[in-house]
């Protein structure tokens, strides 16, 4: 009668981080191949699941400000703008270094003056079709958030793309 083992000391494939310590599910009266595989493919089904390993990582947003932004026209990218005003499904805002840009979409309501990421294509040189919008509150660190966008697409960019 003894506990049902999942991968042991071993992670499962290999490369991955290794198993946290959970207790055994179940102490089963007898020992069967077809219990024993049912159970591991439920945990690793979990533990994919819980690692975000079905992350969709084809498209990365590149980080861009509203200068880089006009490299990127048809490509997906991410900016943080400072909104300054709301007509409709569009949105007016200042990006990091101070410029001007126009953020299409359905945006939730955020107050004026707040920081929201944008994550969409890029329109034109001026404006984001956005599909994801972030609030990131009323203070924000725009000079290290352009600070980013320039290293992510200079110096550093085999690290972001």
């Not at 490299?71 to 409709?88: L, S």
């Not at 034109?124 to 992510?152: K, M, P, V």
Request: hydrophobic share 40%; with cysteine; net charge neutral.
């Amino acid at each position: 009668m003894g506990a049902l083992t999942f991968v042991g000391n071993t992670p499962f494939p290999p490369r991955h981080p290794p198993l946290p310590n959970f207790p055994p599910y179940f102490d089963l009266p007898f020992k069967s191949p077809d219990i024993d595989r049912f159970f591991r493919r439920q945990f690793e089904d979990f533990r994919r699941k819980s690692l975000c390993w079905d992350m969709d990582t084809s498209s990365p947003a590149v980080f861009v400000n509203a200068e880089l932004l006009r490299t990127y026209v048809g490509r997906k990218v991410r900016a943080v703008v400072q909104v300054i005003g709301f007509d409709g499904g569009v949105v007016t805002g200042k990006s990091v270094d101070d410029q001007q840009l126009i953020i299409k979409g359905s945006p939730p309501s955020v107050p004026v003056m707040n920081y929201i990421e944008v994550i969409g294509i890029a329109d034109s040189n001026q404006s984001i079709r956005a599909e994801i919008w972030t609030n990131f509150g009323s203070t924000f660190d725009t000079h290290s958030y352009n600070q980013l966008c320039l290293l992510a697409n200079g110096e550093f960019k085999s690290l972001f793309l």
